[in-house]
């Protein structure tokens, strides 16, 4: 019997909130292999937020997707051929393989798993690209002291849960936003963050003051609108603001190749004047050099229980777009997977 691949592929490019018909699934032929491949059978796949992005056409950090283009992300999977004597048959990688259950990629673009670390779909979380975003971020660019106030959003997210840890691990109050009471209350209790704010209260600003006393030092922004505004007018003189995302912000519809520039909803600017602030927007794919410390600390941390995370894993490639779509609007309790075999 011949092995098919099955995939998920960009139908259409969405417009405004992303839809059950802007995917097809499709199935093809396993891929062959060059010198220098691995055939690689994916485990788990790692949904996030920077894929709405690409599915947007016009200009961004990476090139938006075609119509027809897999998927983007990165996978855990299996070696089950191997061209290359650096990445053996057998050996477990994290690969750029997409949505889909096989990927033939170059063995120099993966990164080979060692299993004792944790489990294998920890490197697509606390061990892998969201953990090493949170870790760069706020410690290279946020640069907190002990003492300091913290504030990240999306606090319960794969990247947000482990900042604030991070930040109380550095002697710093850190503050979470969340949306729910449930997500607050994990991020208080379970994580160990001084306070977290519900951004869907209605009296969301009050709480945020009453739990920044001292204002804010640095700001980890994952979510921008209003509340990368409203923590901006909780800054400290000299605050750092960390732009890691701006995920209220990618749904927005593109009318005329151009979108509304009130979308957003940013329009305390002038609180980074007032405060003589800084903002520093990264991507952390452009810091190589930072992933061996980060990945150190990161497994040291867990080892130790200082650091805990939460996946929200669902089942089946079929079910990706599902779980996409749930995750942009903040349904995901944790780093979202979806475990293919």
Known sequence: MTIQNRRVVMRQHPQGEVGAGDFE?????????????????????????????????????????????????????????????????GALVVARAGWQDYAAVPAASVRVIDAALGPVSTALGVLGMPGVTAH???????????????????ASGAVGSIVGQIAKLKGCRAVGIAGGEKKCRY???????????????????????????????????????????????????????????????YEAPIQDGARNAATNGVTRVRELLVNRASLQAFIISEHPEHWAPAFADLAQWLKEGKIKYREDIAQGLENAPAAFMKMLKGGNFGKQLVKLQ
Do not use: W
């Open 25 to 89: 699934m499709q199935s093809a032929a396993l891929p062959g292999l060059s010198d220098g491949d691995i055939l690689v059978r994916n485990l788990y796949l790692s949904l996030d937020p920077y894929m709405r992005l690409r599915m947007r056409p016009g200009r961004s950090y990476q090139p938006p997707m075609q119509v027809g283009d897999i998927m983007p992300a990165q996978t855990v999977g299996e070696v089950i051929e191997s061209r290359a004597a650096s990445v053996p048959k």
């Open 136 to 154: 760069y971020g706020l410690l290279h660019l946020g640069r907190p002291k002990p003492g300091q106030t913290v504030v990240v959003s999306a």
């Open 187 to 249: 991020v208080v209790e379970e994580l160990g963050f001084d306070a977290c704010v519900d951004y869907r209260s209605p009296d969301f600003q009050k709480q945020l003051e009453a739990a920044t006393p001292d204002r804010v030092d640095v700001d980890f922004e994952n979510v921008g609108g209003m509340v990368m505004d409203a923590v901006l007018s909780r800054l400290n003189d000299y605050a750092r603001v960390v732009l890691c995302g701006v995920i209220s912000d």
